[in-house]
């Protein structure tokens, strides 16, 4: 074909959303048409969720994008690549990819997932060697000058959490990845184990040398077949190459890993839940302490981290924690994989230093709402988010400043909502959620969401009072919830209620208002 | 599927849990298998898994129960799973929530009574820029509207 002169490689994302997009039609269609001397490559996703399915042709080493591409448009694409309505220049060009700072996405999107060779030749396994060859505490040294905090939502030192671990005497510790995700508006975990599986092997391994566990695991939900299957092949393959087992590229060191899936649990993401249900039982919250760190898996020194938090880890030891920490504000250092979601024009995952404002996120680089009206208001860190109205948009993106605001940045999903969002019905939501997900332990968390449901529905009926009540609950919640679940659902209740008290009157008085 | 029976259920369970032996906190990936092989947990296997686990008959229960994964009774011959969450919502996620639960007459955790579909909620699927999203099956389905979901699962026999 004439059209592809000169091309050597193409690629259609076999990522979960191109997927849900149409990819394997258009992939399917691209082989039938090309002959043996392209390759024909499943990569992972960019991030940019909106052009998906994204197909790049790589020719002269520059790989032009064209998308988002339907199956019925292949043919035309093939045959006149250049003028196609649907070409969007080399790549690395586009503004949404040129605007980033790509750390731990570095190459995800850009390299075959399961291409150990390509892994290596892309800068993989430079962490792990440097790791190999400085030890143990220069290990924790690089960690904790990197700044890296938990990026599952709770924000604690990496390095701390390390640090701990390793001084702790034991003859058995473990790495659990958290890769629960199951905060709604939020992908990262997934596109990185879909896209790049090596780096959180990787980043595993170095949390193994740092703190003397010698066998990791990750807790993988369910509701992610992809991964699942990308990250079983991956483990693999790394052990064939000496990644993982015995002796980790030849040091003498040992360290190994097993995937486990979650059973459709929201609450297995919570540190401890998730700790019950790998050792088979029912995931219910422990009381801490013990931390985890100290007595975590089978009751052995664990380190549970966020599969970003690990992910990050290779590329901190392959450049240094210092030149890590010089992105980011205030205690926010290095870099964050923003999930922008929801209704919005241009969504997917966009990793910058910390410190963009909300505004900028959700107007410039989400380009506003997909539906084209009014941006109305922005949930932040997932179901135990708070709402942001339009007033608070000149929030700085960092842990400590969205704190500040009675908010928290969680797992950095943003999930954008226009002026037909009734915030009533969301914070009922909230409730519902909660009262479906709590594990049963306390409750104000397990009958209080419950009661958080009809008191919600007795405010809009026309019941002024219970606003208190509503008030008054969500205190109880707050103070008598072990966990998050029910510690932190009244943020979206309450930032709800504050930011669009209108939304919780009668629907009467509703309709009169517009 | 015709209902196992009881011996079939033990030797299927005795076959997973030899597989499983050595493992660390073995119950839940013998559960999966389990349920991957009779597509739900016969009530029947639980005293075969908590023998072979030297725990109690009950603690099984209790973790069957627990998760919103697992399923005592046989489900559909194909399972969709449509997004009940925020980001999903916000792109108009309730129509197709509404659309397909006409399409197929059911609602949340039903099976139609030819036991072609069962219906379930999700709680995110991480395709959460560019929903509404569901599942049918293990395949992915985005950008959905309440037309293209009963389109799709009108297609399913
Ligand atoms: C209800 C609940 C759900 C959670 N879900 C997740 C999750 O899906 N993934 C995750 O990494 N952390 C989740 N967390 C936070 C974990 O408890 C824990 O803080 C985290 O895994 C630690 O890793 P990090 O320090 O790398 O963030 C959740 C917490 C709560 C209370
Ligand atoms: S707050 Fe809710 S989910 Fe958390 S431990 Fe208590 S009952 Fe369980
Ligand atoms: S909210 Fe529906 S896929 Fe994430």
Redesign the pocket.
């Given at each position: 074909m004439a059209g592809l002169d000169g091309v050597t490689r193409i690629f259609v994302p076999g990522d979960m959303a191109a997927r849900s997009l149409g990819a394997d039609a258009v992939a399917e269609a691209i082989a039938a048409e090309i002959g043996p001397d392209i390759r024909l490559t499943r990569n992972g996703t960019r991030g940019m969720i909106f052009l998906e399915p994204l197909v790049e042709m790589e020719r002269d080493g520059i790989r032009h994008a064209y998308g988002p591409v339907e199956p019925h448009e292949v043919a035309s694409l093939l045959a006149d690549p250049e003028s196609h309505p649907k070409a969007l220049g080399p790549v690395d060009e586009i503004d949404w990819m040129r605007l980033q700072t790509r750390l731990t996405f570095a190459r995800c999107g850009v390299i075959d997932p399961l291409d150990f060779a390509e892994y290596e030749a892309h800068g993989g396994l430079k962490g792990l060697r440097n790791a190999l060859a400085s030890g143990r505490q220069a290990i924790l040294d690089e960690v904790t000058a990197s700044g890296l905090r938990?990026?599952?939502?709770?924000g604690?030192p990496?390095g701390i959490?390390w640090t701990t671990v390793a001084r702790a005497e034991a003859p058995w510790k473990y790495i659990v990845a958290?890769a629960?995700?199951?905060?709604s508006g939020t992908f990262a975990d997934r596109i990185v184990m879909e896209g790049d599986p090596f780096t959180l092997i990787e980043g595993m391994a170095i949390a193994g040398l740092a703190t003397g566990a010698t066998q990791g695991y990750v807790y993988l939900r369910s509701e992610y077949p992809d991964a699942i299957r990308v990250m079983e092949a991956a483990v693999a393959i790394a052990r064939e190459n000496g990644v993982l087992g015995p002796d980790i590229l030849g040091s003498g060191e040992a360290f190994d890993m097993e995937i486990r899936v979650g059973a459709g649990a929201?609450?297995c993401?919570?540190?401890t839940s998730l700790l019950n249900s790998l050792e088979g039982k029912r995931g219910v919250v422990r009381a801490k302490p013990p931390l985890p760190a100290l007595e975590g898996f089978m009751g052995r020194p664990t380190v549970?981290?966020?599969?970003v938090?690990l992910a990050t880890v290779p590329c901190i030891l392959a450049e240094g924690g210092k030149t890590y920490a010089a992105h980011g504000i205030g205690k926010s250092l290095g870099t964050i994989p923003l999930q922008i979601a929801g209704n919005v024009r241009f969504g997917g995952l966009f990793e910058i230093a910390f410190g963009m404002t909300l505004g900028e996120i959700v107007d410039k680089i989400g380009g506003g709402t997909a539906s084209g009206r009014p941006v109305r208001a922005v949930q932040v860190g997932g179901p135990?988010g708070a709402y942001f109205p339009r007033a608070l948009f000149d929030t700085p993106f960092g842990y400590e400043d969205f704190s500040s605001k009675s908010g928290l940045i969680g797992?950095a999903g943003i999930v954008v909502f226009d002026d037909s969002v009734d915030m009533g019905e969301m914070a009922r939501f909230a409730m519902e959620f909660c009262a479906i997900e709590s594990c049963g332990k306390c409750t104000p968390c397990r009958i209080g969401a419950v009661r958080g449901v009809e008191t919600i529905d007795r405010i809009r009926a026309g019941d002024a009072a219970a606003k208190e009540l509503l008030t008054d609950l969500c205190d109880t919640m707050t103070a008598g919830s072990l966990?998050?679940?029910g510690g932190f659902t009244p943020y979206p209740v309450m930032s709800a209620l504050r930011h669009f008290p209108e939304d919780f009157q009668p629907a009467s008085q509703r309709e009169a208002a517009e | 599927m015709t209902t196992p029976t009881g011996s079939e259920v033990a030797e299927a369970v005795a076959q997973i849990a030899a597989m499983h032996a050595g493992r660390e906190g073995p119950l839940l990936p013998i559960l999966q298998d389990v349920q991957a092989r009779f597509g739900h947990i016969p009530e029947a296997s639980m005293q075969p898994i908590a023998e072979a686990l030297n725990i109690g008959r009950a603690e099984v229960h209790g973790v069957v129960s627990f998760y919103h994964d697992f399923h005592t009774e046989p489900r559909g011959r194909h399972v969709v799973r449509v997004c009940r969450s925020e980001a999903c919502q916000a792109r108009g996620g309730r129509a197709v929530e509404e659309g397909v639960r006409e399409a197929l007459g059911l609602d949340w955790n039903e099976t139609t009574a030819d036991g072609r579909v069962t219906l379930e909620p999700v709680y995110c699927l991480g395709l959460c820029a560019s929903g509404p999203n569901a599942t049918i099956d293990d395949r992915p389905a985005g950008r959905l509207d309440a037309d293209r979901i009963a389109g799709l699962v009108a297609e399913l026999r």
């Open positions: 938990g990026r599952g939502g709770a604690f990496t959490k958290n629960d995700e199951g905060d929201y609450v993401g919570e540190e549970v981290n966020n599969v938090s135990l797992h966990c998050a679940l | -």
